[in-house]
């Protein structure tokens, strides 16, 4: 039997496939009867879309489970609340002989074609002397440039796929130079620019590019991608001794107060003009993704309406419009 995907699962499937774990845990039985006794709740991914599973009976486990596995699952899907994979047992797949492009989702847009779009605005829109030459310092780190490249925006909420923060930044980019042809007064073209291409740096430190379910790193759970990003940065301007004070400072805010509030993570929220218009810039692009990502995934059954999303707090309606 070839690859069954969650999206082609129904109450009823027969299945002996492989998923991958993205989160699993032990929960003790509510029956008085079973008092002491756990089950394993999972919830089980590929390419496709994720399912909840469950291991009732314990006995079946042998290696522990942990999140990121990948496992060959012999079971059946049942009604609970939805559909819930029901486990009779699995074995753990040797990273070796995992097929990745079961698991991880790539941008629909080429990679190499957004690098040279990337470029090519920077290249028009960057002619402050110093932003220019912090640029050419960032595209002689290659291996900086490779993860910035194959990255994700984000783990679950938006452009959470390989090449995700790529496509990301190109789309705040756009969208900054957009914002910088209206307000010519008050933005800094440049440092707008440039500002952008940066503002999500420290994703390439903050999730493992080697796991399957772009699990965060240690740096990236103690840190967070914006500090992180400010560390990069400075590492950069280092190199240019001669990098001006208050361009320095102007373009660190904005880094730590892209954000825009900080309930939502901003150390600081921005306090000038560009960083203003970098926050919303980002806002949009990640909110967008994220509704068109809600609508793709599918809708209830019989409706025009999209399943209820956690993040965006409401179902889309999704009728009368192309798909």
Known sequence: MGKQFVKDLKIGSYVQSQFVVSDIREIPFSSPSRSGEHFLKLVLGDISGTIKGVIWDISVVGEKIKTNDVLFITGEVKEYYGPQLVIDNYSKIKKENINRDYFQASSPRDRDEMWQRLKKIVRQEVTEKNLARLMDIFYEDHELVNKFKLSPAAKLVHHNYLGGLLEHTLEVVELCRHISKMYTKQID???????AVFHDIGKVEEYDLESLTFEYTDKGRLLGHISLGLGIIRE????????????????????????????????????????FALFHADLLSARLKQFQQVMEKGQDYGSN???????LERKIFRGGFPQ
Do not use: C, Q, Y
């Open 189 to 195: 073209r440049s440092l707008l620019v440039v500002a």
């Open 236 to 275: 950069m301007m280092e190199k240019l001794p001669l990098f001006p004070r208050d361009l320095k400072l102007e373009l660190e805010h904005m880094i730590i107060s892209h954000h825009g509030e900080k309930e939502w993570g901003s150390p600081k929220v921005p306090k000038t003009f560009n960083a």
């Open 305 to 311: 309406w999209t399943e209820w999303d956690r993040f």
